[in-house]
């Protein structure tokens, strides 16, 4: 890793450029992690390190900030050739795939210290273009882009995402509650319903399962779907088992009888998290059955399963899909910013003299 002087002297902020070193990271990482509150588990080394593996490029800037020799922020960096445009561009790990993307940052890592982090990466180069999205407004790294206030920086909306109270069925919404008890009698009628989740020992059928139903429902509407690129399917099998033992997969499976009738895979807050979420990630259910309305029969299940073990809030990320809006989900924004750096270099230096 590389040092740098930042904001002070007892400040410092060190990049990471090799998988070896962020492999090497994941302890401190883990640690950083459960002491940031508002952290998501899109920001685990669970969930990112196996996405590097996979969508990674050769490129690595994370980067820490260290006060007193103390871990106190992480921004998991890289840089992407765009060959399109032919620049370089700054993205957080995670892009594209991922909903939430941020930082970890403890409590006293406040807005100038990730300033500090962000000349550092300024100073080095190698790049033409910051671009991060999906960042929710609390986020540190969101306040400190906003302060970098003039023409070189654009603050955009990103993709929203949209949540709900996670309550029982006889909670839910009348239409929704209505349409799920209906089918679930419907189904119950010829046998067996159960949701069961997936442990170490049966996730990998759950996971093929996932796959052939949310393949099988976008190619009936002439799309591939997202493992049509099999790094899609090689990340969440790397990181499935590392989510399951940290606590922070629920990997559902609706059964009726012997047959499936959908799979969720969701990640869920550690039980002490204030306003613990369900991030209800990929779904897939049979177009077989389209007469029991499994999608509706298996998310109204994992949210009373949800529920039962106090998760407050189900979150269910971005898209506009028209089933969001029957569940009564309220919009939760997110921002996005891009710096383009040779512009942010020539107005610093001409705001200097």
Known sequence: MRESSAVRSDIECRVIRTTLELEAFVPEWSALWCQDPRAT??????????????????????????????????????????????????????????????????????????????DLLLAEGGWETLSVSQLRPESVLCQA????????????????????????????????????????????????????FANLSNWQAALDALERLHTERWESCGEPGVFADPRVGAWHREAIPGLQQCGALRLSTLRL????????????????????????????????????????LLLASAIDH??????????????HEAYKNIWHVRPVNTYGFDLHRDAFQCNFANSAR
């Open 306 to 319: 949800a529920s039962n073990e106090g998760v407050e809030i189900i979150d269910m990320l971005r898209g």
């Open 145 to 196: 882009l906003t302060l970098r206030s003039h023409p070189a920086v654009r603050r955009f909306e990103s993709a929203a995402c949209s949540q709900m109270p996670a309550v029982r069925t006889a909670q839910l919404p009348v239409k929704i509650r209505r349409n799920a008890m209906y089918y679930r009698n419907r189904a119950l009628r010829l046998g067996k319903l159960e949701l069961v």
């Open 257 to 296: 009888n012997d047959e499936t009738l959908g799979v969720l895979y969701s990640l869920v807050d550690p039980p002490a998290r204030r306003h613990r979420t369900q991030y209800v990630y990929l779904p897939g259910h049979s177009i077989e059955h389209a007469e029991l309305r499994p999608g509706t």
């Open 41 to 118: 588990p899109f920001q685990r080394p669970e969930w990112l390190l196996p996405w590097w593996h996979q969508f990674g490029q050769l490129d690595l800037r994370a980067t820490t900030i260290w006060q007193d020799g103390r871990l106190i922020g992480f921004l998991p960096f890289y840089v992407y050739p765009d060959h399109s445009t032919r620049e370089r561009q700054l993205f957080l790990l995670g892009v594209g795939t991922t909903d939430y993307l941020d930082g970890i940052f403890l409590a006293d890592c406040t807005a100038l210290h990730v300033q500090a982090a962000l």
